[in-house]
């Protein structure tokens, strides 16, 4: 059997069950979630730090304006002025989605990953924006990322586009899901398909340090029998270490409406990795990735140890990102740094071991993260005569997975 034998259901719609995970920050660009829609399945956008995204791509200058108006805190340990201009904050969700959707073709989906933990200095507030403008801009789905999200339906439940949209949650455990719809229960609305993601996914992971202890066909199978139990049909897309078409078919047997990937996407052609840095991805082993806990998030993280960001000192740069602020204007990294600032103050470069700037490492594509698997993906292409590996195409991946049987993983035509 083949990933091809099986079809996404949502609603009344039919999709090739895969799914490319959200990969913030821009790692998972528009072209690539377009290349999944194309050829039928679901891709997603991320609106992790969406203006600096948008200064990338567009001729709009949404950071250099917010330094400006806060550059007298740039040297201020207290964060809690720096806020973002929520009618700026739309505009650029909005930029971001409708160019994508503009551009769809064929028959899958584009969705957007939409994280919890990005909390901006104002939670409620900015993510309300966050989700209303995606619906505002036609954005096909939400998925709700890196968080417990309990009060997210409730911020668009008002939103016309509340009841049509795909809105789907990722969860980690069964516990989760329950709190999600218990409390969500008053919106009188389901999620429409939940992604369940275990311990081998890259990104932030949704255990402690002891995530190892965990195995997601064991997870996928509680929640399966809980929905059942509860008579509730929502399809389940595992995610995290589905590597070949035939890791997909085990789930997909098994009941599994989808799978989510994202590993095997990151040293695609579309991917916003800079080439330097997909050849790092190809060439790592497996002593290479850690997880640890350098994400002020408080979530453990998946990285290639020898990222850039990993005992890094930078200056916190809330003045231009400050997406991880709280709502009263803290960042574990920017105690973090004025700790080591106090207790050296004639260093000239200060090394920060405990925590990283996050927004700083992830918009320079400093932070590598990624996924348990990563250390396989020089088994995925082919080694070059000057020793670099051949960068794929979304097309290639995708089918590989779609059609792709006995563990087979179909190397790309030589260059
Ligand atoms: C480089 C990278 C960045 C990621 N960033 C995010 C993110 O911003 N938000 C999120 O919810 N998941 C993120 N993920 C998780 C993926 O969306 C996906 O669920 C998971 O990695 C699937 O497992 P796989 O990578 O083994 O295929 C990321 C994964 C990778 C590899």
């Not at 948008?54 to 806060?70: G, L, P, S």
Request: glycine share 10%; proline share 4%; net charge neutral.
């Amino acid at each position: 059997m083949r990933v091809d034998d099986f079809r996404l259901m949502l609603g009344k719609r039919e999709f090739v069950p895969i799914m490319i995970g959200g990969m913030g920050v821009d790692i998972s660009t528009s072209p690539l979630a377009l290349e999944a829609a194309r050829l039928g399945g679901i891709g997603h956008l991320s609106d992790a730090m969406i203006q600096a995204v948008c200064d990338r791509h567009f001729d709009t200058h949404f950071v250099k304006d917010k330094v400006k108006k806060y550059k007298s805190s740039a040297n201020n340990r207290d964060k809690t002025a720096v806020q973002f201009d929520l009618g700026e904050l739309a505009e650029a969700v909005r930029m971001h989605v409708e160019k994508t959707m503009e551009a769809k073709k064929g028959s899958g989906l584009v969705f957007v990953n939409c994280m919890e933990k990005l909390t901006m200095n104002a939670p409620r507030e900015t993510l309300a924006v966050r989700l209303k403008s995606a619906l505002d801009a036609g954005i096909d789905g939400i998925t709700l990322a890196a968080g417990l999200h309990l009060g997210s339906f409730s911020l668009i439940e008002d939103h016309p586009r509340f009841r049509d949209a795909f809105l789907g949650i990722i969860v980690s455990s069964l516990r989760a899901l329950q709190l999600f719809i218990r409390k969500t229960a008053r919106s009188r609305r389901l999620p429409d398909y939940i992604v369940i993601e275990g311990p081998l996914a890259g990104g932030h992971l949704g255990f402690g340090m002891d995530w190892a202890k965990y195995d997601l066909a064991s997870i996928v199978a509680e929640i399966g029998g809980w929905l059942a139990a509860e008579k509730l049909d929502i399809p389940l897309i595992p995610a995290g270490g589905i590597f070949t078409g035939s890791d997909a078919v085990s789930f997909l047997r098994n009941g599994a409406g989808a799978v989510q990937v994202a590993t095997r996407f990151t040293v695609v052609r579309e991917c916003g990795l800079p080439e330097e840095v997909k050849q790092k991805y190809f060439r790592a082993d497996e002593t290479d990735i850690e997880v640890n806990q350098i994400s002020p998030t408080g979530y453990p993280m998946r990285m290639l140890s020898g990222s850039p960001a990993i005992g890094d000192g930078i200056r916190p740069n809330c003045e231009a990102y400050g997406y991880i602020l709280s709502g009263s204007g803290q960042c574990s990294y920017v105690d973090s740094y004025y700790r080591e600032a106090d207790l050296c103050p004639d260093a000239r470069r200060l090394s920060i071991k405990d925590k990283t700037c996050l927004c700083t490492h992830m918009r320079n594509y400093n932070l590598w993260t990624c996924g348990h698997n990563t250390y396989r993906l020089k088994d995925t292409t082919r080694r070059l005569a000057d020793g670099t590996y051949q960068i794929l195409t979304a097309e290639h991946v995708f089918r590989d997975y779609q059609f792709s049987t006995d563990g087979e993983i179909a190397l790309p035509a030589p260059q």
